[in-house]
């Protein structure tokens, strides 16, 4: 069955960029939409982006300026961006397969602090 | 955007009890919708897509119901598993949006 494996930075100063990889194994990577969500400490959900099958990216409002999307076909890879990172992007970042995601990543806390 | 309106925040229930949990969307996405249950340090899981249709693997005690504008999750007879946080997801628009969550406490 299919199963994401991300990793990146855990800790990062103010202004640094976030970056972030997912690895899909045990599943096709073609045909599929592949998001980012995060949840800050003791916090809700909250959609990041997504990229579909043909490379397309949509993001969160809020996020959109600093946020980029991409995939690595030729490794079954997804990797998050975002720059210019503030306190406020302290959270758990969730990799996961879909728009309404069934399947998801372990999860990697990501602490922006001076 | 689209906002999604969850209700209630938190809610306390007994083991056995039948709860009911409610996602309004500010604006109709068909039946865009799904639930998705969070325990303390994991990730969270679906059990419910497309507004209605019972994730694989999810006990039959969780139904989920509604389209347009008004969704609901409902437990017919909680377990002591269940008590966790639930959150809805609307995926019909960019950018796709979340509730603000339910946490499911024992009374």
């Known amino acids: 069955q299919v199963q994401l494996q991300q990793w990146g930075a855990g800790l990062l100063k103010p202004s640094e960029t976030l970056s972030l990889t997912c690895a899909v194994y045990?599943?096709?990577?073609?045909?599929?939409?592949w998001s980012w969500i995060r949840q800050p400490p003791g916090k809700g959900l909250e959609w990041i982006g997504e990229?579909?099958?043909?490379?397309?990216?949509d993001y969160n409002t809020s996020l959109k300026s600093r946020v980029t999307i991409s995939v690595d076909r030729s490794k079954n890879q997804f990797s998050l961006k975002l720059s210019s990172v503030i306190a406020a992007d302290t959270a758990v970042y969730y990799c996961a397969r879909g728009s309404g995601p069934a399947v998801w990543g372990q999860g990697t806390t990501v602490t922006v602090s001076s | 955007d689209i906002q999604m309106t969850q209700s209630p925040s938190s809610l306390s229930a007994s083991v056995g009890d039948r709860v009911t949990i409610t996602c309004r969307a500010s604006q109709g996405i068909r039946n865009d919708l799904g639930w998705y249950q969070q325990k303390p340090g994991k990730a969270p899981k679906r059990l419910i897509y497309?507004?209605?249709s019972l994730q694989s693997g999810v006990p039959s005690r969780f139904s989920g119901s509604g389209s347009g504008t008004e969704f609901t999750l409902t437990i017919s007879s909680l377990q002591p598993e269940d008590f966790a946080t639930y959150y809805c997801?609307?995926?019909?628009?960019?950018?796709?949006?979340f509730g603000q969550g339910t946490k499911l406490e024992i009374k």
């Open positions: 045990g599943g096709s990577f073609s045909g599929y939409y």
């Open positions: 497309a507004a209605s």
């Open positions: 997801l609307q995926y019909n628009s960019y950018p796709r949006t």
């Open positions: 990229i579909n099958p043909s490379g397309s990216t």
